[in-house]
């Protein structure tokens, strides 16, 4: 297998922390760009309008990756991003701008499923491992990094946190001069390792939908929450940057947890920390227990969303893990966009965050099925 420097795995890594970026860069201003974007009354849409891109369009992603291989795949999906990023920024009214959204998350589906398919075609077993906890850990890392510089940004105009969406050009330069393309005969050949039914994949794609409106849940509805208590636009992107550099350490610990506690214990224990954060954020009265709550919430994203992108990266062929993971890919931000949904319900936030403790329990429920579902089809197999 041809090695990857350690230049290009930073590359790799860095590419990953524009999943969550895309998003993420406008939170801490999101009611001032909103506004100026002329969508004030839905200014959430703005953060989530991506991921319905990248449910719908991910299939023409995994099409694309397919044809072009994991490599060129990238390349356009870096370009394309980079683009589409920097031109919401100048346009206005809810016709182009969210159809600019909408195509920024085609863009993000091609970059986050070819990226970690080139990650994990040049490493196997539990380098693998280490290495997608490396990539959720340099995501949170984003997350930490562009919800801080976004806050910076927004206080200097409602525009300047769009610039940093050009990142994804400056990766370009750095994939075409640092990363190799992996030999098309190592990809043949690993083909079947450690493959499953595709329909084994269902309790993992859920997993990540579930994750997610958990996460996202909480990163649309807190910057409401925190503004009306009083904190400030930075402020709030401390406090968020602060939910992502603990999501960096649950990442870090993920593998020895898989190996004390197996997967699904982990992701048990993932969606335990997000139900009781979501309780703790519902009845907050002081800062200490909204801490609490930022604490439990990186714990939940950081032992779930890298593990489920190594569940299927190793349970698939190679000759279909780029179609896979266009497919998780489409359940993660499937799950993005359905919390915007969530943050609807009527009321005060409080019923907002007992709902998103409530599908957190739920997934736990439904992982415990499926896990002793598969124990006795392995029992009379």
């Known amino acids: 297998m041809k090695k990857l420097s350690a230049v290009g795995s930073f590359t790799l890594l860095a590419i990953a922390c524009l999943t969550i970026m895309v998003g993420c860069v406008i939170v801490p201003g999101l009611p001032s760009i909103a506004a100026r974007?002329?969508?004030?009354?839905?200014?959430?849409?703005?953060?989530?309008?991506?991921?319905?891109g990248v449910v719908l369009l991910g299939p023409l992603a995994a099409r694309l990756i397919a044809r072009a291989g994991l490599y060129r795949a990238l390349l356009v999906g870096l370009f394309s991003?980079?683009?589409l990023g920097l031109a919401g920024s100048f346009l206005h009214g809810p016709g182009l701008v969210f159809t600019d959204r909408f195509l920024l998350g085609g863009a993000t589906?091609?970059?986050?499923?070819?990226g970690t398919g080139l990650l994990s075609s040049f490493f196997s077993g539990g380098q693998r491992l280490k290495m997608i906890a490396l990539q959720g850990m340099s995501i949170e890392l984003g997350g930490v990094l562009f919800l801080f510089v976004g806050g910076l940004l927004a206080t200097l105009g409602w525009r300047w946190p769009f610039a940093l969406y050009l990142f994804a050009w400056l990766f370009i330069a750095m994939l075409l001069l640092f990363v190799p393309q992996p030999p098309q005969e190592e990809t043949i050949n690993e083909a079947g390792k450690n493959s499953v039914p595709a329909r084994s994949l269902r309790p993992v794609f859920v997993a990540a939908l579930s994750s997610m409106v958990c996460f996202f849940t909480a990163v649309i509805v807190l910057p409401l929450h925190l503004h009306a208590q009083g904190?400030?636009?930075?402020?709030?992107?401390y406090f968020l940057s602060f939910v992502s550099l603990v999501a960096v350490g649950a990442a870090w610990i993920m593998p020895r947890g898989v190996k004390r506690l197996g997967e699904y214990g982990t992701l048990y224990s993932a969606f335990a920390a997000y139900a009781?954060?979501?309780?703790?954020?519902?009845?907050?009265?002081?800062?200490?227990?909204?801490?609490a709550g930022a604490i439990l919430m990186g714990c939940g994203f950081g032992l779930s969303v890298p593990l489920v992108n190594h569940m299927v990266?190793?349970?698939?062929?190679?000759?279909?893990?780029?179609?896979?993971?266009?497919?998780?890919?489409?359940?993660?931000f499937s799950g993005q966009f359905l919390s915007s949904f969530l943050a609807l319900i009527p009321g005060s936030f409080s019923r907002i965050f007992t709902g998103a403790a409530l599908i957190a329990v739920t997934a736990i429920f439904l992982l415990w099925v499926?896990?002793?579902?598969q124990k006795k089809i392995r029992v009379f197999s």
């Open 37 to 52: 974007l002329g969508v004030p009354d839905a200014a959430s849409w703005l953060v989530t309008l991506p991921s319905l």
């Open 81 to 83: 991003y980079g683009l």
């Open 109 to 114: 589906a091609l970059v986050m499923a070819a």
């Open 231 to 237: 904190f400030s636009e930075a402020e709030t992107g």
């Open 276 to 291: 009781i954060a979501h309780l703790l954020f519902a009845t907050a009265n002081s800062t200490l227990q909204l801490i």
């Open 313 to 332: 990266v190793e349970h698939s062929p190679v000759n279909v893990r780029g179609k896979n993971l266009a497919g998780l890919s489409m359940a993660i």
């Open 370 to 373: 499926w896990q002793k579902r």
